[in-house]
């Protein structure tokens, strides 16, 4: 075996190892995927749970800082899509009906998490670190309400945006 064909298998095993500690980083967007499934809400769950499972893959392959995103990121879309799970479950809504209840209160929760990951994420780290877990949070959040309708998942988002986007705007204007 020559040198280039020994740093050919080295580098494969390198990234395989890294492939596979990678596949495991999607643990922590679980709960709401696993919420969402046991609420009926199939085929939503799956059309999203897979871009999310594979942006938390992603960012842990990547590096580059981007598998600090995932956990806050998890964290902050959990928390509107259980609300807005919770409200159509405890008001026995359909998903139109719910929306006008909904859309604030996902907005609301939105809001409340985008200052908190406003806080984790824009405060302390890099733009790409918290452009990618605002994306993951969009998303975990978009679980619970994008069976309800658009309106609370834009509501949702704009939410965290709106959160976010200050602390991020401040803490680089003084860089």
């Given at each position: 075996?020559?040198?280039?064909?020994?740093?050919?298998?080295?580098?494969?095993?390198?990234?395989?190892?890294?492939?596979?500690?990678?596949?495991?980083?999607?643990?922590?967007?679980?709960?709401?995927?696993v919420v969402a499934l046991l609420m009926g809400h199939t085929a939503?769950?799956?059309?999203?749970?897979?871009p999310l499972v594979l942006m938390c893959v992603w960012c842990s392959y990547r590096g580059q800082g981007l598998e600090r995103a995932i956990t806050p990121g998890?964290?902050?879309?959990?928390?509107?899509?259980?609300?807005?799970?919770?409200?159509?479950?405890?008001?026995?809504?359909?998903?139109?009906?719910?929306?006008?209840?909904?859309?604030?209160?996902?907005a609301a929760t939105g809001l409340v998490v985008g200052a908190w990951l406003g806080t984790k994420t824009a405060a302390r780290e890099?733009?790409?670190?918290t452009a990618a877990s605002l994306a993951i949070a969009a998303v975990?959040?978009?679980?619970?309400?994008?069976?309800?309708?658009?309106?609370?998942?834009?509501?949702a988002i704009v939410g965290m945006a709106v959160g976010v986007v200050p602390l991020w705007v401040v803490r680089h204007a003084a860089d």
């Open positions: 075996m020559d040198s280039h064909e020994l740093a050919a298998r080295a580098r494969r095993a390198y990234e395989l190892g890294r492939l596979r500690r990678a596949a495991w980083a999607w643990w922590p967007v679980s709960p709401v995927v939503t769950a799956v059309a999203l749970a897979v998890a964290v902050a879309g959990l928390l509107p899509a259980m609300v807005a799970m919770g409200t159509m479950q405890h008001f026995g809504c359909a998903s139109n009906s719910c929306a006008e209840l909904c859309a604030p209160l996902c890099t733009p790409r670190v975990s959040a978009s679980l619970g309400c994008a069976p309800i309708g658009l309106g609370t998942l834009v509501g």
